[in-house]
């Protein structure tokens, strides 16, 4: 827990402006490491992934992983960069634990792709990221460390090592510094991260879970006093895994950061470790300098060199990028672009997308999955993904009731059915007896069994009180258990009460 002085955020607004910048990893989905041809998946059994090569014994040679490169050229593409047309690893040398070689292969002053920008949207303003590069590396293995109450190094009593991890191509992407946020920093380094990993998944180049690690930023914040014209000094939060905590993080070191030049001291550049129980950062190591790594060109690898022709083949494949679909899809479904903000941060805007496309209207796309949708993945404390409907199925209840089938109330009952594993809402309506009742013989000795039990409500409604007829539609739906159409019943009331 920090103990550290805090300045209110609003507060330090008034004296400092921020000055932000991410460098994200990505992990891409390939199913082989990036030089050799070790498996890739998650969770396998510690150390049962790996070979001479990613393990660096002496001897062994590595191979680039061409489809590794493609991903990494098709991010720069979908980031708008320029795109080398020679370019080499490089060896980036230190020694830890979990780098078995003594180094890790990298790029350094010869990125893959560089020069590009994302634009992201906050509060429906736009702001614009330069992407200063992208580069390719290896990902490096995994301590564990045993014996402390934390899980780190510190307080434990051994470590273990986990080299399933070593190699599995990772891709950086480094923005330039973003000034000009103000209020709004931690929230455009959030938006940042969110419509990054949107790229990702639209490109298909990793599955990004943050909560395996598949994506982590480190964070670089830093304060200067309102109109300076220099930049303050930056830290950088290491290894942040979700997209709140990326938010938090700039707010927390915003606050602390404010503090320590407050008192008239100096903000240490170092590298600092995200809390996520607390939302606080702490002192990691004070940062090592370029020149600190000993950086030369990997002579085991041979230059990537990509042409033209593929490049441009490359970019072909390039899908719809999510900020051009959404810009789409307003406009198609009508939207505003306030709802269509509502849709993306409620994680709902592929499942409406796959609804509509299975037939449903946008609105009742909407509707439902924004509505009853929405709560029950609430109450459950779930993803609305997470919930056991598929859009087919959000789109065949909604036919049914706009075919009249059934009601909304029904709808809710055939949901809490396909919710429980009991199939279709058209098999659920079926077998759970939903369908709404016509004019029948039922609804008849119903509609004339309420009149009967309530004499006095009929007689108010008979001398013209006719807002109490709702008291007698409300027995009846009670007794067909929510059966009825309410319009039928009322209109049934009316004719024997008139
Ligand atoms: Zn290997």
Known sequence: MSTEPLVDFDELLTRYE?????????????ASK?????????????????????????????VANEMAIESTIRIGLALGCRIATWCRFARKNYFYPDIPKGFQTTQYDEPLCTAGHLDVEVDGETYRVEIERVHLEEDTGKNLHVGGATGRIHGADHSLIDYNRAGIPLVEIVTRPIPGAGAKAPEVARAYVTELREILLALGVSEVRMEQGNLRSDVNTSLAPIGSLEWGTRTETKNVNSLRSVERAVRFEMRRQAAVLDAGERVVQETRH??????????????????????FPEPDLVP????????????ATLPELPAARRARLTEEWGLSPTEMAWLVNAGALGLVSDTVAAGASPADARKWWLGELARRANDAGVELSELSVTPQQVAQLAGLVSAGTINDQLARQALDGVLAGEGDPAAVVEARGLAVMGESDELVAAVDAAIEANPDVADKV???????????????????????DAATVKRMLEERLS
């Not at 009180?465 to 008291?471: N, S």
Request: glycine share 14%; hydrophobic share 30%.
């Open 18 to 30: 921020p000055v932000i910048g991410l460098e994200t990893h990505v992990e891409l989905g390939t």
């Open 34 to 62: 990036m030089f050799c041809g070790c498996s890739t998946t998650f969770g396998a059994e510690p150390n049962t992934q790996t070979c001479p090569v990613c393990l660096g014994l002496p001897g062994s040679l590595p």
């Open 274 to 295: 995200f809390h996520e129980d607390t939302a606080t950062t702490s002192s990691g190591r004070s940062k090592e300098e370029a020149t600190d790594y000993r950086y």
């Open 462 to 484: 008979r001398g013209g009180k006719v807002q109490a007829i709702g008291a007698l539609v409300g027995a009846v739906m009670k007794t067909t258990r929510g059966k009825a």
């Open 304 to 315: 990537v060199a990509p042409d033209e022709e593929w490049v441009a083949k490359l970019g």
